[in-house]
């Protein structure tokens, strides 16, 4: 079966990185994309961005270009997303997603258990 | 630019439907039939609902649907049932590659 799993919870002071990682089985990594999605404590949704499991094009949110990075390592079937420069509203719990198609706006119809990543001083 | 209109919350009683409301703009639900719908239980990750505008994933009831008219997306939820409370959020493809989420509904079922 399809699953996602990813790394564990982080603690980070303000103006550090943090990688968060995703691997994925069950289906063929390369046929699909993976895409980020977080949610500040009692918050909506965020897009964050989408990386094709194919061949490693990226789209990110306008409001992270520059602090983000997502790559893939397909010879372990697992995505990573890097975000620079930690600030306090950059708390919230960080999820994975398999895309439905090869492409980042058609749905993601597998989910990660999600990464709480906290920042403070 | 800001997300999708959604209503914070929305409650009805068992067996009866309800409609969440999305709306958008001209550049991302009015231009794409790229809508998802997704479900939030407490604590959990999202679950995928609903697919471009109008599809239900394997494996997802059939009491949920979907629509869309102009820059507004419906969800729609028939013979309401007690694990239906959750929360709601819509998305849309916006400018081609990019995604956007609304605020999110609460869904209580009385």
């Known amino acids: 079966q399809v699953q996602l799993v990813q790394s564990g919870g982080e603690v980070k002071k303000p103006g550090a990185s943090v990688k968060v990682s995703c691997k994925a089985s069950?289906?063929?990594?390369?046929?699909?994309?993976v895409t980020w999605v977080r949610q500040a404590p009692g918050q909506g949704l965020e897009w964050l961005g989408w990386?094709?499991?194919?061949?490693?094009?990226?789209h990110y949110a306008q409001n992270l270009q520059g602090r983000v990075t997502m790559t893939t390592d397909t010879s372990t079937s697992t995505a990573y997303m890097e975000l620079r420069s930690l600030r306090s509203d950059d708390t919230a719990v960080y999820y994975c997603?398999?895309?439905?198609?090869?492409?980042?706006?058609?749905?993601?119809?597998?989910w990660g258990q999600g990464t709480l990543v906290t920042v403070s001083s | 630019q800001s997300g999708l209109t959604q209503p914070a919350s929305v409650s009805a009683s068992p067996g009866q439907s309800i409609t969440i409301f999305c709306t958008g703009t001209s550049s991302d639900v009015g231009d794409y039939n790229y809508v998802s719908w997704y479900q939030q239980h407490p604590g959990k990750a999202p679950q995928l609902i609903i697919y471009?505008?109008?599809n239900r994933p394997s494996g997802v009831s059939n009491r949920f649907s979907g629509s869309k008219s102009g820059n507004t997306a419906t969800l729609t939820i028939s013979g309401l049932q007690a694990e239906d409370e959750a929360d709601y959020y819509c998305?849309?493809?916006?400018?081609?590659?990019?995604?956007?989420f609304g605020g999110g509904t609460k869904l209580t079922v009385l």
């Open positions: 998305s849309s493809c916006r400018n081609r590659n990019s995604v956007v």
């Open positions: 990386i094709s499991g194919y061949n490693g094009d990226t």
């Open positions: 069950g289906y063929p990594f390369t046929t699909n994309g």
């Open positions: 471009d505008v109008s």
């Open positions: 997603a398999k895309s439905r198609v090869v492409f980042p706006t058609r749905g993601e119809d597998y």
